[in-house]
T-cell receptor, first 113, second 116 residues
Framework: GESVGLHLPTLSVQEGDNSIINCAYS??????FIWYKQESGKGPQFIID?????DKRQGQRVTVLLNKTVKHLSLQIAATQPGDSAVYFC????????????FGKGTRLHILP | NAGVTQTPKFRVLKTGQSMTLLCAQD?????MYWYRQDPGMGLRLIHY???????AKGEVPDGYNVSRLKKQNFLLGLESAAPSQTSVYFC???????????????FGPGTRLTVL
């Protein structure tokens, strides 16, 4: 079956450095990918998304890269701040306006002072 | 605009008791979802709804029932709670036909349920 996984369960980054969180997906038919941020005690919050017809998309301090050849997704956070401490989930959807999204297990980002 | 709200925020039940979790959204979204989140398991879909009056099973539906009588509300019921249902429950909604926005799911703050 389909699975969405992460290479590292915990990532520690110095404040001010760039963070890169990786994700592997197994369903080559997936069309839509999303990154969520979940702070302690809160629900997941949308960060950025990308469709399979793109390989890069930028937001405010965040960039998502999609490599369909190796089925790999990454989230880059520029100039990491203490407020970026959270668990980050990647998620995939098999099709446009499909009604189900498959979530990965999450990576915890820890910011070092 | 409150987004997605959930009640209650916390609840403790005894085995065999029943309860209903309420999710409400004011974004006019068509789709709504119930997830559970357990340590090391990520988010798992329990049930979902693609419109008022319709529901469907997700990945882990056993022991739960849902209803979508109004577009803005999605109820999750536990008829006979079991300790295995101790979890954090999140509701989400997505897809607005009028705004034509993306399919991003917007989540509520969660309900922490403990079954003794």
């Amino acid at each position: 079956g389909e699975s969405v996984g992460l290479h590292l369960p915990t990532l520690s980054v110095q404040e001010g450095d760039n963070s890169i969180i990786n994700c592997a997906y197994s369903n080559s038919a997936s069309d839509y990918f999303i990154w969520y941020k979940q702070e302690s005690g809160k629900g997941p919050q949308f960060i950025i998304d990308i469709r399979s017809n793109m390989d890069k998309r930028q937001g405010q301090r965040v960039t998502v890269l999609l490599n369909k050849t190796v089925k790999h997704l990454s989230l880059q956070i520029a100039a990491t701040q203490p407020g970026d401490s959270a668990v980050y989930f990647c998620a995939e959807s098999p099709g446009y306006r499909d009604d189900k999204i498959i979530f990965g297990k999450g990576t915890r980002l820890h910011i070092l002072p | 605009n409150a987004g997605v709200t959930q009640t209650p925020k916390f609840r403790v039940l005894k085995t065999g008791q029943s309860m209903t979790l309420l999710c409400a959204q004011d974004m006019n979204h068509e789709y709504m979802y119930w997830y559970r989140q357990d340590p090391g398991m990520g988010l798992r879909l329990i049930h979902y709804s693609v419109g008022e009056g319709t529901t469907a099973k997700g990945e882990v539906p056993d022991g739960y029932n849902v209803s979508r009588l109004k577009k803005q509300n999605f109820l999750l019921g536990l008829e006979s709670a079991a300790p295995s249902q101790t979890s954090v429950y999140f509701c989400a909604s997505s897809y607005s036909q009028t705004s034509g926005t993306t399919d991003t799911q917007y989540f509520g703050p969660g309900t922490r349920l403990t079954v003794l």
